[in-house]
């Protein structure tokens, strides 16, 4: 599975912005999807996550700014984010696993593909 993000850039405290993840070589059955994001100086954390059920899960700090989302004709799945804030401030990557997820937002090792991440400022 190959991923590609885009959709980052520098941005207003209070402004949206939709990033996105095309996905190439995977199947439509038993998939995960997921973003996270890498502030400078701290560890990856999961921002939110969708599955081939539809289920999805969100971070406490973007849930009710946030909404995830997949194409599937256009194989790509969109972050759209709102009222972004300072702290929203990281580069955020995609991430891919070959099986649907359970409860909440799997941790790092359950994805087995990952973008390059694209960078998302806020001030």
């Known amino acids: 599975v190959q991923l590609v993000e885009s959709g980052g850039g520098s941005v207003q405290a209070g402004w949206s912005l939709r990033l996105a993840c095309q996905a190439t070589?995977?199947?439509?059955?038993?998939?995960?999807l997921g973003w996270f994001r890498e502030a400078l100086g701290k560890e990856r954390e999961g921002v939110a996550a969708?599955?081939?059920?539809?289920?999805?899960a969100y971070a406490p700090f973007v849930k009710d700014r946030s909404t995830i989302s997949v194409d599937k004709a256009k194989n790509t799945m969109t972050l759209q984010m709102n009222n972004l804030k300072p702290e929203d401030t990281a580069m955020y990557y995609c991430?891919?696993?070959?099986?649907?997820?359970?409860?909440?937002?799997?941790?790092?090792?359950?994805?087995?593909?990952w973008g390059q991440g694209t960078q998302v400022t806020v001030s």
């Open positions: 070589g995977y199947t439509h059955n038993g998939y995960s």
């Open positions: 969708i599955d081939s059920d539809e289920s999805t």
């Open positions: 991430a891919a696993a070959p099986r649907t997820m359970g409860w909440g937002i799997p941790p790092i090792t359950f994805f087995t593909s």
